[in-house]
């Protein structure tokens, strides 16, 4: 009698236990995090409103500035710093406003934002190799916008042969000399420049 | 021992609660003219691959299992279900930008080159959406060729 009375304990006891955490997810996944997402996201419009008004392009080059930040954590080999930078990234990447561009650079960009904000997201949950897959297909979408914006910087567009089984991959940075965000410390100096632009 | 009785029959009357709360549940009569497969000619075992494996969670129409009916089971269902067709709907494939097919295609072909999808939670009761290695190579050629043609 005592052991039924200890299974039947037990079993409701794992029973509870798979409530509180439903419940617990439930509960999380509603009200909080949108709205702090919300906030961070006001908060960001706020701070490139205003550097609009200075800057026509700040938009464009905060979101280079942030792909530069994440390009570093992948050659630093920082799988962290690489997910924290990704988010960042793609919370600038949805505060992009392509209202200034004409109707069809307006409708590349969003296809651009829509892909490359996705690809961020990715990078903010994955693991390293597939941080590095993301990001090769992110660098294209960078490369575009960049196409379409401009910008004031000089950046390099880089590439490296060996990276996806030989099939190459390409990057932007704002340094000439190679630091290879695909391989890091594995082999930091392969690629050489493609481009250079401004 | 009254603690646990107590433990006991609250436990059971909260699982007996949770069976009341509905899930909205992923069905739908029609396919869509978006569909992958009204857009593309897809040959027809591909077809019938893609259906068995993956279109429960990336589409919007599920073949729910028994055990669908059961809470907590259809809150994780259908957790996953809205996971999967928010990072891939195969019936919303026509509003998708070309730019979005092209990385959607490769995500498709680098998760089953890694055996990452279909799900091993997935499989393990639906043993008919196991892909063969035969099914891969097929499904990862006609991916690649639809991609290429793409770019």
Redesign the interface.
Same mark, same amino acid.
């Given at each position: 009698m005592k052991t039924v009375?200890?299974t039947?304990?037990t079993?409701?006891?794992a029973? !509870?236990m798979?409530?509180t955490v439903?419940c617990k997810d439930?509960s999380k996944n509603e009200p909080a995090a949108p709205m702090s997402n919300e906030m961070h996201q006001e908060s960001m419009d706020d701070k490139d409103d205003m550097a609009m008004n200075e800057n026509q392009d700040a938009k464009a080059e905060a979101i280079l500035k942030d792909y530069f930040n994440l390009k570093d954590a992948l050659v630093g080999d920082d799988n962290d710093k690489a997910k924290e930078l990704g988010a960042t990234l793609a919370s600038t990447l949805g505060s992009f406003d392509a209202s200034s561009y004409s109707d069809s650079e307006q409708q590349d960009l969003k296809? !651009?934002m829509?892909?490359a904000i996705?690809?961020a997201e990715h990078i903010s949950e994955s693991d390293m190799a597939h941080q590095r897959?993301h990001f090769k297909?992110l660098s294209k979408?960078v490369t575009d916008m960049v196409a379409i914006t401009g910008t004031e910087m000089k950046i390099y567009e880089q590439f490296c042969p060996m990276y996806d089984n030989n099939k190459g991959g390409a990057w932007l940075s704002m340094n000439e000399e190679i630091r290879n965000p695909y391989f890091g410390d594995k082999m930091l100096k392969c690629g050489k420049v493609q481009r250079e632009i401004n | 021992m009254k603690f646990l009785k107590i433990i006991a029959w609250l436990s059971l009357v909260g699982l007996i609660v949770i069976q009341f709360f509905p899930i909205t549940l992923n069905e739908s009569d029609t396919v869509p003219q978006s569909d992958f497969m009204v857009v593309n000619q897809v040959p027809a075992t591909i077809k019938n691959r893609l259906q068995v494996s993956c279109y429960d969670c990336h589409s919007n129409n599920t073949d729910y299992p028994w055990y669908s009916k059961i809470q907590p089971a259809a809150w994780y269902l259908e957790d996953h279900i809205q996971e999967g067709k928010d990072e891939l709907n195969f019936n919303e494939w026509a509003e998708y930008s070309d730019r979005r097919k092209n990385s959607k295609l490769r995500s498709i072909i680098s998760q089953i080159e890694e055996d990452k999808m279909p799900l091993d939670s997935y499989t393990l009761i639906h043993r008919d959406a196991i892909l063969s290695d035969e099914d891969k190579r097929m499904i990862i050629d006609y991916m690649t060729a639809l991609k290429d043609s793409l770019e």
């Amino acid at each position: 009698m005592k052991t039924v009375k200890r299974t039947i304990g037990t079993m409701a006891l794992a029973a !509870i236990m798979v409530l509180t955490v439903s419940c617990k997810d439930g509960s999380k996944n509603e009200p909080a995090a949108p709205m702090s997402n919300e906030m961070h996201q006001e908060s960001m419009d706020d701070k490139d409103d205003m550097a609009m008004n200075e800057n026509q392009d700040a938009k464009a080059e905060a979101i280079l500035k942030d792909y530069f930040n994440l390009k570093d954590a992948l050659v630093g080999d920082d799988n962290d710093k690489a997910k924290e930078l990704g988010a960042t990234l793609a919370s600038t990447l949805g505060s992009f406003d392509a209202s200034s561009y004409s109707d069809s650079e307006q409708q590349d960009l969003k296809d !651009i934002m829509e892909d490359a904000i996705e690809h961020a997201e990715h990078i903010s949950e994955s693991d390293m190799a597939h941080q590095r897959e993301h990001f090769k297909i992110l660098s294209k979408d960078v490369t575009d916008m960049v196409a379409i914006t401009g910008t004031e910087m000089k950046i390099y567009e880089q590439f490296c042969p060996m990276y996806d089984n030989n099939k190459g991959g390409a990057w932007l940075s704002m340094n000439e000399e190679i630091r290879n965000p695909y391989f890091g410390d594995k082999m930091l100096k392969c690629g050489k420049v493609q481009r250079e632009i401004n | 021992m009254k603690f646990l009785k107590i433990i006991a029959w609250l436990s059971l009357v909260g699982l007996i609660v949770i069976q009341f709360f509905p899930i909205t549940l992923n069905e739908s009569d029609t396919v869509p003219q978006s569909d992958f497969m009204v857009v593309n000619q897809v040959p027809a075992t591909i077809k019938n691959r893609l259906q068995v494996s993956c279109y429960d969670c990336h589409s919007n129409n599920t073949d729910y299992p028994w055990y669908s009916k059961i809470q907590p089971a259809a809150w994780y269902l259908e957790d996953h279900i809205q996971e999967g067709k928010d990072e891939l709907n195969f019936n919303e494939w026509a509003e998708y930008s070309d730019r979005r097919k092209n990385s959607k295609l490769r995500s498709i072909i680098s998760q089953i080159e890694e055996d990452k999808m279909p799900l091993d939670s997935y499989t393990l009761i639906h043993r008919d959406a196991i892909l063969s290695d035969e099914d891969k190579r097929m499904i990862i050629d006609y991916m690649t060729a639809l991609k290429d043609s793409l770019e």
